[in-house]
């Protein structure tokens, strides 16, 4: 373990001590004087950062309408905390009639509802702006889909009683401050009582992954991930907007930009509902293929949209044809699509996916560049080669 590590792991602890101290439920519980066990992960995942874990998708993980949970991306800003599920509690205090403190087992005795929602970094894509931003640079697949089994947070926040003057909703992760402060955010209250806003503890009928946000996590559904607070302990209902690292960050221009302007934050918003989308996921890019009959397959979402249609072309943008969208999509997942292509002459190929959504969005030709690299949707293209 290196040096640097262990300062890390030192401070964690130190700042854990702290919020005992200051009267908050100590709910992470590192197993005494060791490293907490890395995560397991897949051979298949595309690692874009080793520590603290940062795996992208491969595009197996995105052929399937779930993801299988050892192939859904993984993104963290700090360490990953090691908590037991019997000594996890969840704090709601701040604007409510009754401040609750709940346990994970008193937690479940609230209705379950199973959701198939796809979560979707707001950085998805950044390695491709140019120019070039900071960052993790993730390419396509910082996105997953799973089916999710938790409790509304309304009907706990029902439970909390909600007084007038609460607007907004804080979310506080365990996961301790390491390179960067502790994982805390807010979203409008609006949001947070939408039914489809859960606090779950399943996902794709198995317990949460570690990496995922074991024992609980938010999924504030259709919109971008870093909303989805994992390892979550602590709400508090609030008037304001929390005003702190990660507000300040997952801003999108309110306006187009040139690539590479220097854009003031007050010309930015924070990023909400994810935007629609479409990943070819078969051919791969450089494949040679054989001529004939080609069955060409993807993915598309939209975020709070709905996906009406996914075009397809071939010949460089010349021509559009509408792909096959599975019938039975649900609100804030993505559906598979697919297009027979038949191709009679050898030669290198463009291939282009273009999804347009129920809120009137397409996707464009070219990005909206940004500081953060965030949310980039240009039309999805692979080459390939037919012989
Ligand atoms: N506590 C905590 N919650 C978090 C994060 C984090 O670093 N800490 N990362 C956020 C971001 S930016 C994303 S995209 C999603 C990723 O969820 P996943 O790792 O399950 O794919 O979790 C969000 N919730
Ligand atoms: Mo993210």
Redesign the pocket.
């Known amino acids: 373990m290196s040096s640097r590590r262990q300062f890390l792991m030192t401070s964690a602890r130190l700042l854990l001590a702290v919020g005992v101290w200051r009267g908050c439920p100590g709910p992470v519980l590192f197993a005494a004087e060791q490293e907490s066990a890395p995560p397991p992960k897949d051979d298949r995942m595309i690692v874009r950062e080793a520590d603290?874990p940062n795996w992208e998708t491969p595009l197996a993980g995105l052929r399937s309408w779930l993801t299988p949970n050892e192939l859904?991306?993984?993104?963290?800003?700090?360490l990953i905390p090691e908590i037991d599920s019997k000594s996890w509690r969840i704090r709601i205090d701040g604007a409510v009639q009754r401040p609750l403190t709940l346990s994970f087992d008193e937690l479940r005795k609230f209705e379950p509802v199973s959701e198939v929602v796809t979560?979707?970094?707001?950085?998805n894509g950044r390695a491709f702006h140019r120019p070039k931003v900071e960052g993790t640079p993730w390419e396509k697949g910082?996105v997953?889909t799973a089916r999710w089994t938790g409790v509304r947070l309304a009907d706990v926040l029902a439970q909390a009683q909600l007084q007038p003057e609460g607007k907004h909703l804080l979310l506080?992760?365990?996961?301790p401050a390491a390179k960067k402060p502790q994982?805390v955010r807010s979203i409008p209250l609006q949001k947070a009582l939408e039914p489809s806003t859960l606090l779950v503890y399943k996902m794709n009928g198995a317990p949460l992954?570690i990496?995922?946000?074991f024992p609980v996590?938010?999924l504030v559904s259709g919109w971008?991930?870093?909303?989805?607070?994992?390892?979550?302990t602590h709400l508090s209902v609030i008037a304001q907007p929390h005003d702190g690292f990660y507000m300040n960050r997952?801003r999108f221009p309110i306006s187009y930009a040139h690539p590479g302007a220097d854009i003031q934050p007050k010309d930015m918003a924070m990023i909400t509902s994810l935007p629609v989308k479409s990943i070819i996921t078969s051919p791969e890019d450089g494949m040679r293929i054989s001529k004939g009959s080609v069955l060409v397959t993807g993915i598309a979402y939209a975020g709070e949209g709905k996906v009406q249609a996914v075009d397809v072309s071939t010949d460089y943008g010349s021509h559009w044809e509408e792909a096959r969208l599975s019938p039975d999509t649900v609100r804030y997942a993505w559906g598979l699509w697919e297009y027979s292509w038949d191709v009679q002459k050898p030669g290198s190929y463009l291939i282009m996916a273009r999804a347009r959504d129920s809120l009137g969005r397409v996707q464009p030709i070219e990005p909206l560049w940004n500081p953060e690299g965030a949310l980039w949707n240009v039309i999805d293209r692979i080459r390939v080669s037919v012989v």
């Open positions: 603290p859904f991306y993984v993104r963290t800003h700090n979560l979707e970094c707001a950085g910082a997953s506080e992760g365990a996961d994982y992954p990496a995922n946000g996590r938010l971008t991930g870093n909303h989805s607070v994992k390892w979550i997952y």
